[in-house]
């Protein structure tokens, strides 16, 4: 079995050609703790956030990397957050029986959406949209990087109830090679794995099976696991964005506020005390005179 819950970094020393592995266990099954889902759904979500590994660790961003995608079928929502740290948490939302099949049998009309949350750091946000296409996540994925990254990518997924796994192979823009096929080459043997290969086979035997003709550097494994971000005094800050009518009126209705991480299943329970401390202002402490 393959090391688990880590991401491998590749390199074609003599061609522009980069390339990841990730290979996902207790992250994986941590999602999978936290709610019930269809298979067909299960099987998605497994793939996106295999994707969300090998995508965060090829952007350049210091913060969260979500990836959505919204549709009109029966699932309608899927979401991934990816960390700059290595670190991931996955929810989906969806309607009635999930049926078994493509991207657009689960989804129906929808769009994949790619944002990019820097403000802790200070720095810009960005997000992408453009319309879901495909049908499979690494064909979404792979049609959304040459439409708005103009990045030539290919992305293999693979995802069961123990375990998701992805590849990703890039061709490096803007760097002059001798080697002109090394691209077409890369793909051609990336195009042999198969997904069982993915979920049972280790990162370096995958390596040497694909590339063993090719001058390949590989980097030191880096681990990644679950981490949910949720906590008090963030849905207490989104309490006071609701402003203290909403929120007493809500408390009016039912007593008490509890709010349910989505990503987590952590409950935040809110009394009248605890949501009247919340806007609360907190006076200026005066630093006490001294006597002359």
Same mark, same amino acid.
Request: hydrophobic fraction near 45%; aromatic fraction near 6%; charge should be negative.
């Given at each position: 079995? @393959?090391?688990?819950?880590?991401?491998?970094?590749?390199?074609?020393?003599?061609?522009?050609?980069?390339?990841?592995?990730?290979?996902?266990?207790?992250?994986?099954?941590?999602?999978?703790?936290?709610?019930?889902?269809?298979?067909?759904?299960?099987?998605?979500?497994?793939?996106?956030?295999?994707?969300?590994?090998?995508?965060?660790?090829?952007?350049?961003? !210091?913060?969260?990397? /979500?990836?959505?995608? $919204?549709?009109?079928?029966?699932?309608?929502?899927?979401?991934?957050?990816?960390?700059? *740290?290595?670190?991931?948490?996955?929810? #989906?939302?969806?309607?009635?029986?999930?049926?078994?099949?493509?991207? !657009?049998?689960?989804?129906?009309?929808?769009?994949?959406?790619?944002?990019?949350? &820097?403000?802790?750091?200070?720095?810009?946000?960005?997000?992408? /949209?453009?319309?879901?296409?495909?049908?499979?996540? #690494?064909?979404?994925?792979?049609?959304?990087?040459?439409?708005?990254? $103009?990045?030539?990518?290919?992305?293999?997924? #693979?995802?069961?109830?123990?375990?998701?796994?992805?590849?990703?192979? $890039?061709?490096?823009?803007?760097?002059?090679?001798? *080697?002109? *096929?090394?691209?077409?080459?890369?793909?051609?043997?990336?195009?042999?794995?198969?997904?069982?290969?993915?979920?049972?086979? @280790?990162? !370096?035997?995958?390596?040497?099976?694909?590339?063993?003709?090719?001058?390949?550097?590989?980097?030191?494994?880096?681990?990644?696991?679950?981490?949910?971000?949720?906590?008090?005094?963030?849905?207490?800050? =989104?309490?006071? =964005?609701?402003?203290?009518?909403?929120?007493?009126?809500?408390?009016?209705?039912?007593?008490?506020?509890?709010?349910?991480?989505?990503?987590?299943?952590? &409950?935040?329970?809110? *009394?009248?005390? !605890? #949501?009247?401390?919340?806007?609360?202002?907190?006076?200026?402490?005066?630093?006490? $005179?001294?006597?002359?």
């Amino acid at each position: 079995m @393959p090391t688990t819950d880590t991401l491998t970094r590749f390199l074609f020393e003599s061609a522009p050609v980069r390339g990841e592995l990730v290979s996902l266990d207790a992250t994986w099954q941590e999602v999978l703790k936290h709610a019930v889902y269809p298979l067909p759904l299960q099987t998605l979500l497994g793939e996106l956030m295999a994707a969300a590994a090998l995508l965060s660790a090829i952007l350049k961003f !210091d913060g969260s990397m /979500i990836l959505q995608m $919204q549709g009109s079928g029966a699932v309608k929502l899927v979401v991934v957050e990816a960390t700059s *740290d290595r670190t991931l948490r996955a929810t #989906a939302k969806w309607e009635g029986e999930v049926p078994a099949g493509s991207l !657009d049998v689960l989804l129906g009309e929808g769009r994949f959406v790619i944002t990019l949350d &820097q403000s802790a750091s200070g720095k810009q946000n960005y997000q992408g /949209i453009v319309p879901l296409a495909g049908a499979s996540v #690494a064909e979404a994925l792979t049609h959304y990087m040459q439409s708005s990254e $103009q990045l030539d990518t290919q992305i293999h997924l #693979a995802a069961n109830s123990r375990r998701a796994a992805g590849m990703l192979i $890039q061709r490096l823009p803007g760097v002059e090679t001798t *080697d002109a *096929d090394a691209w077409n080459r890369a793909m051609h043997l990336a195009a042999t794995l198969k997904p069982e290969e993915l979920l049972t086979v @280790p990162a !370096d035997a995958i390596l040497q099976r694909l590339f063993h003709e090719e001058d390949v550097r590989v980097f030191e494994a880096e681990l990644v696991s679950f981490r949910c971000t949720c906590s008090r005094e963030r849905v207490g800050e =989104m309490m006071k =964005m609701l402003g203290r009518d909403e929120v007493e009126s809500v408390l009016a209705e039912r007593g008490e506020i509890e709010v349910r991480c989505e990503f987590c299943n952590r &409950q935040y329970k809110f *009394d009248p005390v !605890d #949501a009247a401390q919340l806007f609360v202002a907190v006076a200026p402490v005066q630093a006490p $005179q001294i006597k002359h």
